[in-house]
């Protein structure tokens, strides 16, 4: 290939699939037929903004190799070589006046262009997937094609933290009238990153919720230095790292993020600000996730065993139950608006119905912590559910309390599974070092 950055991709990937052994992927959002521009633009950067962007990198890395006292309350993860790894990555995205300036660019000069390059097909199947190993952290948009048997890397970005969740969205801060094609990146920063993916060769994201952890090390050294400032917390930031997003699709700008700092922040992406902050949980915050069928209902779950059904116009909490365990994973049924699940570290699962105070019906689906269950979008009687313990099952929970009848299939792989997505025909498993698809209609 003649094109730079798709000769980059290959070479990134390949070196990742060498690494492959270290890779953990741990999230996974298909994006909606028609949720993506079939022609994208690219995010072009020029010397000058590559310049004003290196000296941003270089300052990062300078802060974060002082010394920090342990009093300061706040610890700052060594970010040099990612640093330099997000420069090297600018570098290469920089437009040239003149092909031949492009040291990315080697032999003959193809008549195909970058936009050429990067169309889609209406029927083209996108999957966003977080794959983080030791050393680096990359977000992948792959294509399905041909009902999902052949996947290719249509884009990567380099992300500054281990990812720990995204959230696929239709709307774009600087443009709250039309529909785009967005992601939201939680990672073990405070801060939360919006990128467009109708565009690529993707640099610096669109927007920034919240502050930087580099941003909380600045005020906390101040703080510091000044005995006299007061140390009062913004409302408007996490102070540690966000686990979970959720976007209401019904008021668009709106997004709820859960973070370790045992809040729920609800977010205006029209101004970027946190419109709300609430106090529900004692402990970490793990899962947030609203009711696609009611705009109003926020269903939460944390490390202190709670799983909390609140609405964020009132004061408390509607609904709580405690569990024995720490829940895992919560999904919403697309089609019955009061039916949810739970699943929990000791391998059960949980069915509720939010009109009552206990779960509806519930029981062990694996051996092992059960790390993620979710409804097929379509069919809400259809449910997976995966686990530590390399297994995937699939259930018609219409068929419950019934357990044999209501197991479809099983599998079990060899490595963990972390998460796992159902899109039309398709189910996509993300584990340790892969992500893999299968088509429903032959299992």
Same mark, same amino acid.
């Given at each position: ?236 930031? !996490?102070?540690?790292? %966000?686990?979970?997003?959720? +976007? &209401?699709? /019904?008021?668009?700008?709106? *997004?709820? #993020?859960?973070?370790? @700092? ?18 529900? !949980?004692?402990?970490? %915050?793990?899962?947030?996730? +609203? &009711?696609? /069928?009611?705009?109003?209902? *926020?269903? #939460?779950?944390?490390? @202190? ?35 949810? *699940?739970? #699943? ?100």
């Amino acid at each position: 290939m003649a094109k730079k950055q798709q000769k980059q991709q290959q070479q990134d990937t390949e070196q990742q699939q060498d690494e492959n052994a270290n890779v953990i992927v741990s999230v996974l959002k298909f994006i909606p037929r028609g949720g993506f521009a079939l022609n994208p633009r690219a995010q072009e950067v020029n010397e000058e903004d590559l310049e004003e962007y290196k000296k941003e990198m270089v300052d990062n890395t300078m802060e974060d190799d002082d010394d920090i006292d342990e009093g300061d309350g706040l610890t700052v993860s060594m970010n040099v070589e990612k640093n330099l790894m997000r420069m090297s990555q600018a570098e290469a995205y920089v437009v040239h006046n003149n092909p031949k300036d492009d040291q990315y660019i080697t032999g003959n000069l193809s008549d195909e262009s970058d936009e050429e390059a990067y169309e889609l097909h209406e029927k083209d199947v996108l999957l966003i997937s977080a794959h983080n190993s030791q050393e680096v952290t990359t977000m992948h948009v792959d294509v399905l094609e041909q009902g999902g048997l052949n996947k290719f890397l249509h884009q990567d970005l380099l992300l500054n933290e281990f990812c720990l969740d995204v959230e696929w969205l239709d709307f774009h801060p600087g443009d709250s009238e039309n529909l785009h094609n967005c992601v939201a990146v939680a990672t073990f920063s405070p801060s939360i990153e919006i990128y467009d993916l109708d565009t690529y060769n993707i640099v610096n994201p669109l927007a920034v919720l919240g502050e930087t952890q580099q941003d909380q090390l600045n005020d906390q050294l101040a703080r510091n230095k000044n005995k006299n400032k007061k140390g009062k917390l913004s409302e408007h930031t !996490h102070y540690g790292p %966000v686990q979970s997003l959720s +976007w &209401n699709k /019904n008021h668009r700008n709106l *997004l709820s #993020s859960g973070s370790d @700092d045992c809040t729920i922040k609800i977010w205006d992406l029209n101004t970027g600000n946190c419109a709300q902050t609430l106090f529900h !949980h004692k402990d970490k %915050v793990n899962q947030v996730e +609203w &009711n696609p /069928n009611n705009a109003e209902q *926020l269903l #939460s779950t944390g490390y @202190d065993n709670q799983i909390i059904l609140s609405d964020p116009r009132a004061a408390k909490p509607g609904w709580v139950f405690k569990a024995n365990v720490n829940p895992e994973s919560i999904a919403w049924n697309p089609k019955v608006a009061h039916e949810f *699940l739970v #699943s929990l570290d000791n391998g059960h699962f949980l069915v509720f119905d939010s009109r009552k105070n206990d779960p509806t019906f519930g029981f062990q689906a694996h051996t092992a912590p059960c790390t993620s269950v979710c409804y097929h979008p379509d069919i809400p009687t259809m449910v997976c559910s995966t686990s530590i313990d390399g297994s995937f099952k699939i259930w018609n929970i219409s068929k419950f309390p019934n357990i044999s009848e209501g197991l479809v299939y099983q599998e079990r792989q060899e490595k963990p599974l972390f998460v796992a997505q159902f899109f039309e025909h398709l189910l996509a498993l993300g584990g340790e070092n892969k992500v893999d698809t299968k088509d429903l209609s032959t299992i």
